[in-house]
Antibody, heavy 121, light 111 residues
Framework: EVQLVESGGGLVQPGGSLRLSCAAS????????MNWVRQAPGKGLEWVSY????????YYADSVKGRFTISRDNAKNSLYLQMNSLRAEDTAVYYC??????????????WGQGTLVTVSS | QSALTQPASVSGSPGQSITISCTGT?????????VSWYQQHPGKAPKLMIY???KRPSGVSNRFSGSKSGNTASLTISGLQAEDEADYYC???????????FGGGTKLTVL
């Protein structure tokens, strides 16, 4: 069974940093592209960042470019999001989501349960 | 990149059919047959319902169908059931610079 479990969320002051993790199981993690998608309270979904299966290709939404860093450790079946210079508008539930381009092209077929990040003083 | 445009809410009675529209631009929906739809119940993670405009993942009911015309994609749910009440989001791939753009979401109420 595919499982994605996020952790690392919490309350942080504006300008602070936080590192999110996503532990993957039930599939060959190193073969899949991964993403972070966020959802502000009561709002819609927003794509945040993408990383290829090898980690060699990375993309960011303009809203987080230069502040967030996505990475992965295929040996540990883990995805990460380092968030620096946090702003109030970064407050959201952050989901990790898998892309399986071999089957469901350019769509997020599995999602974690999310971890809440709150940026407030 | 602006979000795709969806109606804020739609409603229907059990057994009826409803359609949710998703309007983008020639840079996203109009350029790629890579529109996906997600169902989200309150407090839960999104669930993939449709990918590549009209394909259903294994396990998704055939009551859910998708289509696209020009810059507008649509999700149709037939034979509405109480458990279909949820928020629905469309999403389009938009190229390697923008990657993915989501719609603002549509709240489906089953009367």
């Amino acid at each position: 069974e595919v499982q994605l479990v996020e952790s690392g969320g919490g309350l942080v002051q504006p300008g602070g940093s936080l590192r999110l993790s996503c532990a993957a199981s039930g599939f060959t993690f190193s073969s899949y592209e991964m993403n972070w998608v966020r959802q502000a309270p009561g709002k819609g979904l927003e794509w945040v960042s993408y990383i290829s299966s090898s980690g060699s290709t990375i993309y960011y939404a303009d809203s987080v470019k230069g502040r967030f860093t996505i990475s992965r450790d295929n040996a540990k079946n883990s995805l990460y999001l380092q968030m620096n210079s946090l702003r109030a508008e970064d407050t959201a539930v952050y989901y990790c989501a898998r892309v399986d381009d071999a089957v469901v092209v350019a769509a997020f077929d599995y999602w974690g349960q999310g971890t809440l990040v709150t940026v407030s003083s | 990149q602006s979000a795709l445009t969806q109606p804020a809410s739609v409603s229907g009675s059990p057994g009826q059919s409803i359609t949710i529209s998703c309007t983008g631009t020639s840079s996203d929906v109009g350029s790629y047959n890579l529109v996906s739809w997600y169902q989200q119940h309150p407090g839960k993670a999104p669930k993939l319902m449709i990918y590549e405009v009209s394909k259903r993942p294994s396990g998704v009911s055939n009551r859910f169908s998708g289509s696209k015309s020009g810059n507008t994609a649509s999700l149709t749910i037939s034979g509405l059931q109480a458990e279909d009440e949820a928020d629905y989001y469309c999403c389009s791939y938009a190229g390697s610079s923008t990657n993915w753009v989501f719609g603002g979401g549509t709240k489906l109420t089953v009367l």
